[in-house]
């Protein structure tokens, strides 16, 4: 099993930084593709970015803005957010596993004009 925390949400205005963090326990999880989704009011959740072996990889909405990092030894994975605009406010997810197999609670991010 794996447990995921998110933290390091909050209210920045546009064109602010954020940097989301999610802490893994229970597995190590330099063995495991990890992720950030968001959520807004009224939509569905959407992928975001994606740390794997392979590399890293972006929803074209965020390409160029956000960058996805991970430090195996501290089991955490994090998720860099630039240039902000207001339709980046969503509640964000960390997830972990090849099949997205577990996820965090989430952590709101709201961006204002």
């Known amino acids: 099993q794996v447990q995921l925390a998110e933290s390091g949400g909050g209210l920045v205005q546009a064109g602010g930084s954020l940097r989301l963090s999610c802490a893994a326990s229970?597995?190590?999880?330099?063995?495991?593709?990890m992720g950030w989704f968001r959520q807004a009011p009224g939509k569905e959740r959407e992928f975001v970015a994606a740390?794997?072996?392979?590399?890293?990889s972006y929803a074209d909405s965020v390409k160029g803005r956000f960058t996805i990092s991970r430090d195996n030894a501290k089991n955490t994975v994090y998720l860099q957010m630039n240039s902000l605009k207001p339709e980046d406010t969503a509640v964000y997810y960390c997830?972990?596993?090849?099949?997205?197999?577990?996820w965090g609670q989430g952590t709101q991010v709201t961006v204002s004009s």
């Open positions: 229970g597995r190590i999880i330099g063995i495991l593709p």
């Open positions: 997830a972990a596993g090849g099949s997205w197999d577990y």
């Open positions: 740390s794997r072996w392979s590399g890293g």
